[in-house]
Structure formats: structure tokens, C-alpha cells
């Protein structure tokens, strides 16, 4: 699993950007400030940072100097400043790469991930969950039974339930379960996520009207359950 800091001081900008990456398998260090940051990086090992310019203790492109000084983890800047020059700064400071906001958190997963990839980092987790009875093969993208049946799943049904699947018990909104399909033909709407869940509840469910495998969470979203009687 990839290790991520993210330091950002929009508290809700921070915080979409984590939860998106934590559906995407990273685990995710945050700091607000430039201190955190350091303190973050004297205590654990990093694969990557995510780092804002404008910081409430200490402009960004210091603290990307320093950080470049300290070692070689790579960098990208995620920043408001847009110019030429800003960006041109930010590499010659010692960023990998640079993207300004606003941003598709897709697309800075793609960037994320193409960094990792050239750095040998292997954001790969296991390759099989089971829940409830089931089997889901994330490699083949084929879910069975415990009797060996397959339910056949589409594309998107697929993605959707191995996101619940990797945090069992975990509430995911409707908002964030759009953010995992990395295509663009991908659900755009909730109502779309509401058929989506339907659909596989009719397929993994002994009963759909009284559903205990994909879990309504009323006013949040859904979750998978821990366990038959959750």
C-alpha cells in the first residue's frame, strides 16, 4: 500500500482529497501546515507528497526547498497560483510535477500514480475479498459463491462493490462512491449510484427488500456490513 501526505490547509478540500485516495488503496498522512508536514515526515516513511503553496505558517516553496534538501521523495504541487512562472518555480524548486486547482481528483490520481510507477512504488493490496458467503477475485473481476456459483457483474457494479468491499463497515456517500470509477462513462449522478447498489443487491442479496450485505446508512450512504447480522 502507498503512503500519501497530503498537506493542505483547506480543511475540506484536505479531506475530499483524502477520502478519495483512501478508496483508491493509500493510506493517507494530512497536515494543514508546513510544522505538521515536517513532523509527519521525522516520524514515517513517505511515497509521495501532495503539497499546497499556500501554507498559514510558511510559504509553500520554502517548505519545498527544505523538503528537497532533507531527501528525494517526490512532490507535486497542488496550487491556486497558476502563472507561468508560478508553476516554472515549482519545478525548478524541486517538484516532480504541478497542478493547479481547481483539480479533478482523477486526474491527480492519474499524476499520483504515474510517479509511483516510475519510483517502483507497487500500490498493489490483496487480490481477493471475502464477505458474506462470497468471493471477489479483484484480479479476474469475478465474484462466487461459497458454493462456487458466479454472479455476473458489470463493469461498474464491479467497482462499486470492490470499493465497499475493501473497508467493510466503512460509510462511503454516494459523492464519494462516484469518485472510484476511473472512466468517464462512469455514473455522474446519485440516483445512478442508488441503481447501481439495487442491481447488485439483487444479485448477492437473499433478500432484497431486507438487505444484509450492502447496508442503507439513512442521510449518509452505504457501507458493506462486517458481518450477516450487522
Known sequence: MATLLLVEDDEQLLSVTAAYFELH???IFQSADAAGCLRVLENNHVDLIVLDLTLPDEDGLVLLRKLRTKGDTPIIV??????GDDRLAGLEFGADDYLCKPFLPKELLYRVNNILSRTGVNNNTSS???FHGWVLNLDDKSLFS???EEAQLTRHEFQLLSALARHPG?????????DIFND????ESTRAIDITISRLRKKIEKDVKKPE????V???GYKLSRNSSS
Open 128 to 130: 481477493i475479498s471475502e
Open 213 to 216: 450485505i450492502i447496508l442503507t
Open 218 to 220: 439513512k442521510g449518509l
Open 25 to 27: 488503496e493509500f493510506k
Open 146 to 148: 461459497e458454493d462456487n
Open 170 to 178: 466503512r460509510i462511503y456517500s454516494r459523492e464519494e462512491l462516484i
Open 78 to 83: 497542488v496550487s491556486g497560483r497558476t502563472s
Open 184 to 187: 468517464l462513462e462512469g455514473p
